[in-house]
């Protein structure tokens, strides 16, 4: 008779491992799948990267150039603060000097009178006051002691306001480390996409730039416009002398520019001091909507931020430092988003 014995069930510890062996599997599976190199990018997807990261280094460096102008500005007014309170200090010592004379020679007579009271009083005013009222001093000596207090508050107004302005330059400097790290950022993250181009592709973007460079600089027909002034004039020709200077940020010439820096220098070479930012410079003189009313050498401020600037060439054209990786050159007022133009 045969017997009829159930199949030996696997053991729990042996199900186990095999269900973890297959989660396992399914894991590496998924793993694999995801880690996948993606489909690399071609050259025109990352130039339009690339042209995206330079554009907000552009808007950082603006900032970037305000933060420096005011660190400068205030570096400048708290050498003066301190200048005016070293020549405040040496004055006020040459007052208490002429009092303490007085002190002295009274003490040796054996009498100090009221004017030396007034010196040593805790409340000087009040005892200004009083003795003035019952003429306890003389007119001479009322107005010495008036000098030692107003130049003391003076004093005092003046170390509180330079002690205001080294705590706002602490702040501005971080502000400008921050800026600077930002630019710094955006540009390096621009060069790790560019670092990801064959050698051929690389060769042909520089190929490009190049050809975009010579044909801006020397095949520009700017027509007959004529210069909003004589300074307009000036400053467009000392711009047009830079031709093919490279951009870098913060850069105001004279080898080398950014936006601003390229603007602001050219119209110091014709005597005319303008604002260091584009957004500043948009406030420097009077504002130009419409492109058909704009003469050469009229600012040309783009972006709705206005982070970019330029000086106008005639014939719808701008003469700029367009971004990282270019140089001064001529391009079409409508290859960027135009705002307004200023008139200096």
Known sequence: MASHRRPKQPSRARVTVLTTAAAAAVAISAQAASAAPSEKPSKDEVKA???????????????????????????????????????????????????????AAQYRSGSIDSSVQLFLSADPDDY???????????????????????????????????????????????ELGKKKKEVQGKLAEAQKLLNSLSAAEKAAMAAE??????SASSRVDLGNSKAASGRAAAAFSAAQSRLGSPYVYGATGPSSFDCSGLTSWAYAQAGVSIPRTSQAQANAGTRIYSMSDLQVGD?????????????????????????????VRYESINNMPFQFGVRI
């Open 49 to 103: 990267k690339v042209d995206k990261l330079y554009e907000e280094a552009e808007q950082a460096t603006e900032k970037y150039n305000g933060a420096k102008e005011k660190q400068e500005k205030l570096q400048k007014d708290i050498s003066t603060i301190q200048d005016n309170v070293a020549r405040g200090q040496e004055e006020l010592n040459e007052l208490r000097d002429g009092i303490g004379q007085a002190a």
């Open 209 to 214: 730039d190049a050809r975009a460079s010579r």
């Open 299 to 327: 600012l040309v401020l783009f972006y709705g931020d206005l982070h970019h600037v330029g000086l106008y060439a005639g014939n719808g054209q701008v003469l700029h430092a367009p971004r990282t990786g270019t140089v």
């Open 128 to 174: 200004l006051d009083k003795a003035s009222t019952l003429d306890q001093l003389s007119g001479q000596q009322v107005e010495a002691l008036k000098k030692i207090q107003e130049k003391q508050r003076q004093l005092a107004q003046e170390r509180s306001e330079a002690a205001a302005k080294l705590k706002d330059l602490s702040a501005t400097r971080t």
